[in-house]
């Protein structure tokens, strides 16, 4: 009964578009979830299983509770994987991917986007040092400079 329960609940975040931490990988109804909810895109473009500084972003400051109470406030997240094992997306979920990276002229690992709740680019960032409290400081302030 209980593997049920947790397939059901991991089939069900899956159809969804959620992850269980607070990530969408459905741009779209990101796109719909922002503006109803009057917030910030934050798109990670990440190689999830490779890329060794996008594995050290979401250590060091996504799967921080600082940075998950500051996101659930301000922001929407969408997670935009590139992993070498792809054998857990749809490919309806990698050709939306592809396109995301194309029309956002995204060339490297980790790109950290926010984007308005049209999908405009407000900024492109990265991997920054000093940990969570650095990194939401550093978002906060690159959302500041655009609403000026």
């Known amino acids: 009964m209980k593997k049920s329960i947790v397939l059901f609940g991991f089939c ?10 607070g990530w969408m990988t459905d741009f779209e109804g990101a796109k719909k979830k922002a503006a109803t909810e009057n917030k910030v895109l934050l798109l990670d473009f990440t190689g999830s299983d490779w890329c060794s500084w996008c594995i050290k972003l979401d250590e060091e400051v996504f799967q921080k509770d600082a940075w998950k109470a500051y996101a659930k406030d301000h922001l929407v997240q969408v997670l935009i994987d590139f992993p ?9 979920l990698q050709k939306q991917n592809n396109e995301l990276a194309k029309q956002y002229g995204v060339r490297g690992f980790p790109t950290v986007l926010l984007l ?4 405009a680019l407000i900024e492109k960032t990265g991997y920054q ?5 650095n990194y939401i400081v ?7 400079a655009a609403e000026k």
């Open 84 to 92: 070498r094992d792809k054998s857990e997306q749809s490919e309806v």
């Open 12 to 21: 069900l975040s899956v159809l969804t578009g959620w992850s269980s931490e």
């Open 129 to 133: 040092r000093g940990g969570t409290e």
């Open 116 to 119: 308005n709740q049209e999908g």
């Open 138 to 144: 550093h978002i906060k302030e690159l959302i500041g």
